[in-house]
């Protein structure tokens, strides 16, 4: 058993900053990648931003937004700083991950955690 559990949303005026956690947790052989994605009202699920052989960001997010790894702790971070009114949505942490050698990486997602910015 695999769980991703997120913390650090909350509500934040516009130009705050957020820092959000999430810590991996289980039987867990590798982590091929973690990340961040997003979905905000009537709209579809988005990537926000992904750390594992590379870093990758949305483009609406760029020079605003870090994201970061612990790999000792399983933990992947996403700083979320000058933040915008559109930046409101549910959070969710992803992790593309490996249970065992023998096991094929799959997708585990963390429960979500909201992030409001007021105007």
């Known amino acids: 058993q695999v769980q991703l559990v997120e913390s650090g949303g909350g509500l934040v005026q516009a130009g705050g900053s957020l820092r959000l956690s999430c810590a991996a947790s289980g039987s867990i052989f590798s982590i091929n990648a973690m990340g961040w994605y997003r979905q905000a009202p009537g709209k579809q699920r988005e990537l926000v931003a992904v750390s594992g052989g590379s870093t990758n960001y949305v483009d609406s997010v760029k020079g605003r937004f870090t994201i970061s790894r612990d790999n000792a702790k399983n933990t992947v971070y996403l700083q979320m700083n000058s933040l915008k009114p559109e930046d409101t949505a549910v959070y969710y942490c992803?992790?593309?991950?490996?249970?065992?050698?023998?096991?094929?990486?799959?997708?585990?997602w963390g429960q979500g955690t909201q992030v409001t910015v007021s105007s």
């Open positions: 992803h992790a593309y991950l490996r249970r065992s050698f023998i096991e094929s990486p799959r997708d585990y």
